[in-house]
């Protein structure tokens, strides 16, 4: 059975900096993996989604790698800006018919 | 596009009594998603349709929670009777059939039952 998890729980950092968010996965049997955005209250935004054969993808000021062998993915969030505030999940599917199992979250502060 | 509609956006209630949520997927996407969200989780499937098709529900609690997808486009979910531990935000999420692009997830309803 998949188990995501995302470390650390919570981060606050000062504006202009650039931080990263770490997702780690159990089975490396993967399909692809998404990052979303939660703000407080609200649905998930998708932000990147890489598939099992992708390395790295990028949007902007951000870009999300992938592991599949040490089973990990991290998000890393160029010149963090205080509107980068939310909760950020990453999930994962598996090769073999499975729905998306979703990490814990890291909340994230940017602070002005 | 038009992204998925859920609604209400939120809704109170009085445990033991009834509550339906509503959701209208993207355009073309035949899988749907009905996520449980308990604050400061991740979410979690609560069942999957393929078209008007169960494909997963197992954890589903079936003795209070049911789904349909009659026409295989929108979806409804009911919770009769709602507990206290029903508090949560329920998600719903679209995608084409093999998540090839992922899903897409409408705003959330957030339940209290109090």
């Known amino acids: 059975k998949q188990e995501v998890t995302q470390i650390p729980a919570a981060l606050s950092v000062p504006e202009g900096e650039n931080l990263v968010l770490n997702c780690s996965f159990t089975?490396?049997?993967?399909?692809?993996l998404q990052w979303f955005r939660q703000d407080p209250g609200k649905g998930l935004t998708s932000l990147l989604l890489?598939?099992?054969?992708?390395r790295e993808q990028t949007s902007g000021r951000l870009n999300a790698s992938l592991d599949k062998s040490s089973g990990r993915s991290t998000l890393y969030i160029a010149a963090s800006q205080p509107g980068d505030s939310a909760t950020y999940l990453c999930?994962?599917?598996?090769?073999?018919?499975?729905?998306?199992?979703f990490g814990p979250g890291t909340r994230l502060s940017v602070l002005p | 596009e038009a992204g998925v509609a859920q609604s209400p956006r939120y809704k109170i209630i009085e445990k033991r009594q009834s509550v339906a949520f509503w959701c209208n997927p993207i355009s073309g996407h035949a899988t749907l998603y009905w996520y449980q969200q308990i604050l400061g989780q991740g979410p979690k499937l609560l069942i999957q349709?393929?078209?008007?098709?169960?494909?997963?529900d197992s954890q589903l609690p079936k003795d209070r929670f049911s789904a349909e997808r009659l026409k295989g486009v929108d979806s409804t979910l009911k919770i009769q009777p709602a507990k206290l531990e029903d508090s949560a935000v329920y998600l719903c999420?679209?995608?084409?059939?093999?998540?090839?692009?992922?899903?897409?997830f409408g705003s959330g309803t957030r339940l209290t039952v109090v």
């Open positions: 890489i598939q099992s054969s992708q």
């Open positions: 349709f393929q078209n008007n098709g169960v494909v997963d």
């Open positions: 999420a679209s995608s084409f059939p093999t998540a090839l692009y992922g899903y897409t």
């Open positions: 999930a994962v599917k598996g090769n073999y018919g499975q729905n998306f199992v």
């Open positions: 089975d490396s049997a993967i399909y692809n």
